[in-house]
């Protein structure tokens, strides 16, 4: 979870990714962000996330998103 | 129940509005183009008339009804409008059977010269001002040109909704009534511009009159003798457009064929007593007041002797219109001779 | 049949009485009536292009379906007996057989929309490139017609094929109600795109009459009518003069057309779609909005989640994402971060990824060239702007000007002028041109056609402006109130006088002010030939 929230981080100094829950909703994230964050985490963690798995629904926090990445690494 | 009320209030002030909008909106032809407020002024008529004349230009502008009433006790009406073509006479004829029957119907034949749809401007004049009928939508439908549409006719304002940036104070003042402009829809022009040269007719791939042409013809032939109308062909003294011997011939043979008087005007110069350098306003194509009258005047002989039509000038109900009639026309007509004094031409119609 | 003629306005009446006439269990399979003789009475002998999708639509996607079911079917049953690796090899052989339904019904499709929709300018760039190597002979162009809506409908059906193949749901079984998915009128004439398992929420339903729901329809509509009418019809007048003379309307000439097809553009086609959405809300179904006020993006990637959204969220979905997350791709980025450093190496795909969806979406909008140097622009706004973002984090750094009012007013002039400008390659239509006509607006400016009556040589006499002026005075004072929520609403909680007067009022505006009838070409809605 430490490497992911680093890599949003990254992205997004200003942003408080531990809490914030509508990273999608509120436009934190754009659609450049998204795949920049699918490339470093099959870079980081070797899972590639499909298309159709790219919804708010994953991206919203980075606990969602992180629980997608264990559920691929299975 | 109030919510119905409301909602009836509602449409009945929608589609008043809508409705006041279009009178306002159309156009009015009250200078320039006068001609497009004739064929609504028959159906303010009070009396029926013996005679009644349909066609374009060669009849609304050569024959004067107050002279064949004043002279002969002759009551006539002339249906006529600029361009008129041969289907547009029929049904204005057609529709004014409803209202009353003539003893006779005077047509002028230069429409047979346009087989097809010409022009929508000249469509709108003849056919706007026609109240809502069978006749009107056949008239229509046999008019329009391909750019036009029925929806349009149905509900003007769709045709004239962009006068909205040249509406005038005339728009408004006669948007329910209109003023009278004519005389039992004879178009007065009391200014003269004599006959300098006149055209040669250029010669015509195919000088026969087309079958569609022919077709409105036989119907209106048809429509008389089913009445029991005398009809009568004419062709005006207008020098322009030409009148192919060509065209002569058919509109002779015709008539012999189905027994119809015709009489053609350009042979009648002498009789009638036109004067081309006084009897004209527009150099030939069309005659002035005096002329209209002099034509008027052989005209009510010839119907006179041909049809057993009543001098109504002893009728007091009929004389009493007319003597109104009478005074309209020689008022306008002092009225135009003045502003020829004063101006040299024509202020109140050019509208100025 | 454009919107806008009196055939439309007698159809689609004629529908709105019938739907709520007849028997509910109906009314889908009248609405699939209509659409087809909607779409025969556009050309009949397209309808079998349509068809052809239909049907190929239908069937790849039931067979996708069918192995999604007997694939749960046989995970269920041998749940335990067999091991993850053999599971994950089923799992793949069936999705190998999936992918094969899936590509033949995206090759025939697609394949069909580029032959009928592209060919020529193949044909066009292949005899350029022979003609550059010397040959003389070329291949003659394709005499193709354009089937209505061909562009819209096979991407609806694309995406739908896609969303199957995913298994976000499950195909739909019944023929008649894939084909009013795929044929549903409104939509064909310039979209939006929509989805299935959005649309079909409503689409197939049994709808009572709702008469707030249709009244709000029937103001949607009306609004579509006056903004297409009276604002996009007036002012194309002026629009095509200003591009029919090139030589005449140069320099300032050339920011006149700018701001004046931005105006036309945005008026028909969120006219349009007003229309279209306003007419499926009579209807009693829900179709998405393709429009958020796109003239108050404050830059270009707010724009396009402003503008034409349908559209940008298919090529998001359905190429930009796909590309991304390709293994290749993947695995190119990795090389690329390894040889150019992790910063360009992050940000390679994206670029590649994000070019060919540009690339497309100008395709997309015309088989010329012009078209896709527009997309291509697009993409060079948004990839310079994201590389200038460390430069503008500096600059606002230094001066608190970020969120302020006047920060957004600029940005919001910056982003309209952008978009404009690029927009001028729609309207000249040939590059080099365009280019031209562009630097023409500084190296040969001249203001003076501002005061001097200049702006009165291009079709439009002064009422015109009046009209245009109060007409957008009266569209912007409503994008202001649609800030606050549905203006409808809001209008539906004033007195029942106030709403019925607003009505009346449009409509009246629209008979007596709107561009239309002898003397106003009826004019394509600009999105029509898709």
Redesign the interface.
């Known amino acids: 979870m430490e490497t992911l929230l680093e890599m949003l981080k990254d992205m997004h100094p200003e942003v408080d990714f531990e809490n914030n829950d509508k990273l999608i909703d509120q436009g934190i994230l754009d659609s450049f962000d998204i795949v920049s964050l699918i490339a470093e985490i099959d870079n980081e963690y070797g899972v590639t996330i499909p298309p159709e798995s790219i919804i708010p629904e994953n991206f919203n926090s980075a606990k969602a998103l992180y629980a997608l990445i264990e559920k691929l690494e299975d | 129940m109030k919510k119905f009320f409301s909602i009836t209030l509602t449409f009945v002030i929608a589609f008043g509005g809508l409705g006041l909008g279009q009178r306002i909106l159309m156009p009015k032809y009250t200078t320039g183009i006068v001609e497009g407020a004739l064929i609504e002024e028959y159906y303010h008529e009070k009396a029926p008339h013996d005679v009644i004349i349909i066609g374009d230009c060669e009849v609304y502008e050569n024959i004067s009804p107050i002279t064949l009433w004043e002279e002969y006790g002759i009551t006539s009406f002339i249906r006529g409008s600029a361009q008129q073509l041969i289907w547009q006479s029929y049904y204005l004829l057609e529709e004014t059977l409803k209202y009353e029957k003539p003893e006779v119907v005077i047509f002028s034949v230069l429409a047979m010269k346009y087989d097809q749809p010409q022009n929508e401007a000249y469509n709108r004049m003849t056919l706007d001002g026609m109240r809502p009928s069978v006749q009107k939508f056949k008239s229509i439908r046999a008019s329009m040109l391909p750019e036009e549409d029925m929806i349009s006719y149905v509900f003007p304002i769709l045709r004239y909704h962009s006068r909205w940036s040249e509406l005038n104070s005339e728009d408004f003042a006669e948007a329910f009534k209109r003023q009278r402009r004519f005389h039992n829809g004879y178009y007065m022009r009391a200014d003269i511009k004599p006959v300098e040269t006149i055209p040669e007719g250029r010669v015509l791939a195919n000088y026969d009159f087309g079958e569609n042409a022919y077709k409105y013809l036989d119907m209106m032939v048809e429509l008389c003798k089913e009445n029991d109308i005398e009809l009568l062909l004419i062709k005006a003294p207008s020098l322009y457009p030409f009148w192919y011997d060509q065209w002569e011939d058919q509109m002779v043979e015709y008539a012999k064929k189905h027994d119809i008087e015709y009489i053609n005007f350009l042979e009648l110069i002498e009789e009638t007593g036109i004067d081309f350098s006084v009897d004209t306003y527009d150099a030939g194509l069309h005659l002035n007041v005096t002329g209209a009258e002099k034509l008027s005047m052989y005209l009510g002989s010839f119907i006179k002797d041909n049809y057993r039509l009543k001098d109504w000038r002893s009728d007091g109900d009929l004389a009493e219109i007319w003597q109104e009639k009478c005074e309209f026309y020689h008022g306008m007509k002092a009225l135009q001779y003045e502003e020829l004094e004063k101006y040299g031409y024509l202020k109140s119609i050019k509208g100025e | 049949m454009l919107f806008t003629s009196?055939t439309f306005v007698i159809f689609i009446s004629l529908l709105f009485l019938l739907y709520y006439t007849i028997p509910k269990k109906y009314q889908w399979k009248l609405l699939l009536a209509f659409s087809y003789v909607f779409y025969f009475i556009a050309g009949p002998k397209f309808l079998i292009y349509i068809i052809i999708t239909t049907v190929t639509t239908y069937l790849a996607a039931v067979r996708i379906g069918k192995h999604y079911r007997h694939l749960d079917a046989y995970l269920k049953e041998n749940k335990q007996t067999l091991t993850r690796e053999d599971k994950k090899a089923y799992k793949s052989g069936v999705k190998k057989i999936q992918w094969k339904w899936l590509l033949s019904a995206l090759l025939v499709n697609f394949g069909m929309l580029f032959v009928i929709k592209y060919i020529n300018f193949t044909i066009a760039n292949i005899n350029w490139t022979l003609e550059v190597f010397g040959s003389g002979q070329g291949l003659s162009f394709v005499s193709i017609a354009l089937p209505l809506g061909i562009s819209f409908y096979t991407f609806q059906s694309m995406g739908y094929m896609i969303d199957v193949y995913?298994?976000?749901y499950p195909p739909e079984r019944n023929l008649g109600k894939l084909a009013l998915f795929v044929s549903f009128f409104p939509q064909l004439i310039q979209g939006p795109i929509s989805r299935f398992d959005d649309l079909a929420k409503t689409l197939f339903k049994e709808h009572q009459i709702d008469a707030k729901n249709m009244s709000f329809g029937l103001q949607r509509i009306l609004w579509g009518y006056f903004k297409k009418l009276v604002i996009a019809d007036r002012i194309l007048v002026a629009v095509n003069t200003l591009i029919g003379d090139t030589a005449a309307f140069d320099g300032s000439y050339v920011f006149v057309l700018m701001v004046f097809y931005t105006i036309q553009l945005y008026a028909d086609f969120t006219g349009g779609i007003d229309i279209t959405i306003g007419i499926a809300q009579v209807l009693g179904i829900k179709v998405q909005e393709n429009f958020l006020r796109p003239a108050f993006a404050k830059n270009t990637?707010e724009f396009w989640r402003r503008w034409h959204i349908s559209l940008g969220t298919w090529f998001?979905?359905?190429l930009?994402?796909?590309i991304?997350?390709w293994?290749p791709m993947?695995k190119f980025?990795?090389y690329s971060?390894q040889k150019f450093g992790d910063r360009i190496g992050?940000?390679l795909?994206?670029y590649i990824?994000?070019f060919a969806v540009w690339f497309t979406t100008g395709a997309w909008h015309g088989s010329s060239w012009n078209f896709i140097v527009w997309g291509l622009l697009n993409f060079a706004v948004l990839m310079i702007s994201?590389e200038l973002k460390p430069l503008y984090a500096m600059f606002h750094g230094r001066f608190n000007v970020e969120g302020t009012f006047h920060h957004k007013v600029f940005q919001i002039l910056r982003t309209n002028f952008l978009m404009s400008a690029i927009r001028l390659l729609d309207c000249y239509r040939d590059v080099p041109t365009t280019f031209r006509m562009f630097g023409s607006m500084f190296a040969r400016a001249d203001l003076s056609i501002f005061t001097n009556g200049g702006l009165l040589d291009i079709g439009l006499?002064v009422?015109?402006y009046w009209v245009l002026a109060i007409a957008l005075m009266v569209v912007f004072a409503v994008a202001i109130a649609q800030r606050r929520g549905s203006v409808r609403e809001q209008l539906y909680s004033k007195p029942?006088i106030v709403g019925?007067a607003v009505f009346?009022l449009l409509?009246?505006a629209i008979?007596?002010?709107?561009?239309?009838?002898?003397?106003?070409e009826s004019s394509q809605f600009i999105y029509n030939q898709f």
């Open positions: 009196h995913r298994g976000k990637a998001k979905e359905y930009f994402y796909p991304s997350t293994q993947l980025t990795r971060r992050k940000r795909p994206v990824a994000a994201d006499n009422e015109d029942a019925r009346y409509f009246v008979i007596v002010f709107g561009a239309y009838g002898i003397g106003y």
